[in-house]
């Protein structure tokens, strides 16, 4: 079935149990990525990742992975990413199926009408289709504050705007800085609280100062040797741990969606070249040789854990320069032995 911008936030949030099938596609990736998530939330699952190319090299394995119990007991949630028609075999045998244990999502980029994986979604009872396309004006700002209630804050319209126009109306980004602006005001969806721009001021991504970008573009790298230079240099008992996260995770997120399309079929000048005024002429070089480091999924647990020690380092007291310097070096590590 084709779900409509009306009714997929019910689709994903009330998950139907016939529905064995969710196929997220269109341009807006990050706007995919976080229906998936949400569905994932619904459904109380735990992800279960895993590739086109096993799908495609093997169709029966995505129907026996949907198929098998949880070695754990808990729910499982069948995540393919990135999605294109190389799994098409295994989406047909598994709409063909018994009901299985655990739904699956695919995320897919753009895809054309003649899509014959989008056909299979469109026409099947069991399986859901939606595109996805990055929001605009009044749009974006109805999708910021929609985000906004989903953390428990209240945002006005203008601040909706200047959050969108910052975060270059990518909803990835701007789930990533509300998430910290909910922190920061102890919000919830059970005590909401109203945002307003001090807050935006005092921790928002554009409060970083200095050149904190290099170092998690070392890490990425892989420049051992350049990095711990540079981890020296930091003043001790400075407060730059958290806008060096920050950086890093503006990084990952760029480089996620542009590792995906590779992993799709384009090349990777094609997708250089279509990054165009989004990349700062002095960061292509690097940008490219990350491309060609990481995967889609290495990039996707790398901004999980980022996430991750953020709030460790807001929220704990664990010592900071040791924190960033370990997740540093052993991005760096793991980018040199590739």
């Avoid at 064995?20 to 569905?39: I, K, V």
């Avoid at 992975?65 to 999605?83: H, M, Q, T, V, Y």
């Avoid at 999502?105 to 753009?110: F, R, S």
């Amino acid at each position: 079935m084709k779900a409509t911008k009306g009714t997929i936030g019910r689709a994903v949030d009330q998950p139907n149990p016939d529905t064995r099938f969710y196929l997220l596609h269109g341009p807006d990736e990050a706007q995919s990525r976080a229906l998936a998530s949400r569905l994932l939330e619904a459904l109380g699952a735990a992800k279960h990742a895993i590739s086109g190319g096993l799908i495609k090299s093997d169709p029966a394995a995505l129907v026996d992975e949907a198929s098998a119990l949880s070695l754990f007991g808990g729910k499982r949630l069948i995540w393919i990413e990135p999605a294109g028609k190389e799994i098409e075999a295994g989406v047909l045998a598994l709409l063909e199926a018994p009901r299985p244990e655990s739904a699956t999502v695919a995320i897919a980029g753009t895809l054309t009408k003649t899509s014959p994986l989008l056909k299979l979604a469109e026409s099947s009872s069991l399986a859901l289709a939606y595109a996805s396309y990055v929001p605009e004006g009044q749009e974006a700002e109805r999708m910021v504050t929609d985000l906004g209630r989903r953390f428990g804050l209240k945002i006005s319209s203008p601040l909706a705007a200047r959050l969108a126009a910052a975060a270059d109306n990518d909803q990835a980004i701007v789930s990533q800085e509300l998430e910290k602006f909910a922190l920061y005001l102890g919000a919830s969806p059970h005590a909401p609280k109203e945002l307003d721009d001090n807050a935006v001021d005092e921790v928002g991504a554009d409060s970083s100062e200095g050149d904190f970008q290099r170092l998690a573009d070392l890490a990425l790298g892989g420049n051992i040797e350049a990095l711990a230079e540079e981890l020296v240099k930091l003043p001790t008992g400075g407060n730059e741990a958290i806008p060096i996260v920050r950086s890093l995770q503006r990084r990952l997120l760029f480089l996620a969606p542009a590792r995906a399309r590779i992993e799709r079929g384009d090349t990777l000048d094609a997708v250089m070249a279509s990054m165009g005024r989004t990349l700062f002429w002095k960061d292509k070089s690097a940008v490219q040789h990350m491309l060609q480091k990481w995967s889609a999924q290495e990039l996707a647990t790398a901004a999980d854990r980022a996430s991750k020690l953020e709030r460790a380092l807001m929220f704990t007291a664990a010592p900071e320069h040791e924190a960033l310097g370990e997740e540093l070096f052993a991005i760096a590590r793991k980018a040199r032995n590739r």
